[in-house]
């Protein structure tokens, strides 16, 4: 069985790691006859150059959270993190005060920069990271193209223009969004590890991520909305919104941005029918049981809904709302 999914950083890894502990129960023979093969797709318009190295939030969010290393108490970055390289480059003027670089992950920072000067591109340079941590699942970059979010704000009766992170991380994207701009879109496409990855599939999740920043993103790449609807797999999507709230993010100040409703009805609307529209591509998606209400709407709309637990609380919540996802996705 072939799963791939669409991810972005937090919310990706916390469902990827309950896919990875369902599939673990479900084929506990891994080695002999059925196995399962996870292929993540992930959003790289979060990654920037800082410090003269090459930073890939969301990729290492979902390579910390799967190899047991992610801080799960701040959500982010390394546990057990010190912060020493950070003082002297703020003792130098140089990277974002805001945006602290750990110790630890300054590590990973240097290494990929250093595959990626010897030639590497990101998807080998991010197969390299990966293989120390024993991640039991592949890990590519939605593209080996550099595409940059951007966002237009107004900042003292002035338009700017500033990095996705700037916006999301130094001003907690309190100030509204204008618009997201993706740098370099036109000149991407995806790699052929993730063409194949979608067409080969079995089934294609896309993970509870920000609609907009992570998936959409992925799916602004040139092609990459094709390749989804021309794949053979179901394509089953999780809500990141329950009870018209964000869980765990600011994600609805993204939504309000692009003129969407936090509502899970709406994001599904938004990422459309596979079936009833040109452009959709959900065969099926969850909602939380809170917004059950939503079920018979979306139904009526062409996308098969259903109602589950959606709050990935621990470990058991997360495997059951993977073992959700790939049900809705067999039936
Ligand atoms: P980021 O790149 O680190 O911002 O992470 P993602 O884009 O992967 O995920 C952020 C989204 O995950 C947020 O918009 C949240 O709404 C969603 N999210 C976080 N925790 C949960 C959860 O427990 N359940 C669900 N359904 N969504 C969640
Ligand atoms: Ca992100």
């Known amino acids: 069985m072939k799963i791939t999914v669409l991810a972005g950083g937090v919310g990706g890894a916390r469902f990827l790691r309950g896919l990875r502990t369902q599939l673990r129960k479900a084929y506990p023979n891994g080695d002999g006859g059925s196995t399962a093969e996870i292929t993540a797709v992930v959003n790289t318009g979060d990654d920037m150059w800082l410090t003269g190295l090459r930073v890939c ?3 290492d969010s979902i390579m910390y959270t799967l190899g047991g290393a992610n801080d799960d108490e701040r959500g982010w970055g390394r546990k057990g993190e010190s912060e020493r390289v950070s003082a002297e480059l703020t003792a130098y003027g140089i990277g974002w005060p805001w945006f602290t670089l750990g110790d630890l992950d300054l590590g990973t920072h240097i290494a990929r920069s250093s595959f990626l000067r010897d030639g590497l591109t990101l998807t080998e340079a991010t197969a390299r990271l990966a293989e120390r941590w024993n ?3 592949r890990l590519l970059p939605m593209s080996d193209q550099s595409v940059e979010t951007h966002v237009e704000i107004e900042l003292d009766g002035r338009r700017r223009i500033v990095h996705f992170e700037e916006w999301w ?3 907690r994207a309190t100030v509204p969004a204008k618009r997201f701009i993706q740098v370099g879109v036109d000149a991407a496409t995806p790699t052929p590890e993730v063409r194949h990855a979608i067409a080969h599939a079995d089934i294609v999740l896309l993970a509870p991520s920000n609609p907009v920043v992570s998936i959409g993103t992925i799916l602004g790449v040139p092609g990459m909305r094709a390749a989804l609807r021309e794949a053979k797999a ?10 018209g709230a964000a869980v765990r993010g600011m994600a609805d100040a993204c939504l309000t941005a692009i003129g969407v409703e936090t509502t899970a009805a709406a994001v599904a609307k938004h990422y459309g029918s ?3 529209s040109t ?4 065969d099926a998606w969850l909602v939380d049981e809170t917004d059950a209400a939503s079920v018979p709407v979306l139904e009526a709309a062409g996308i098969r809904t259903r109602a589950v637990p959606l709050w990935m609380r621990d470990p058991d919540t997360s495997a059951q709302l993977a073992a959700d996802a790939l049900a809705a996705a067999l039936s």
């Open 57 to 59: 939030p969301d990729l």
């Open 135 to 137: 991640l039991g699942i």
């Open 169 to 171: 991380v130094k001003h």
């Open 234 to 243: 179901p394509i089953v999507g999780v809500s990141p919104i329950i009870s």
């Open 274 to 276: 596979r079936r009833r």
């Open 279 to 282: 452009t959709g591509l959900l």
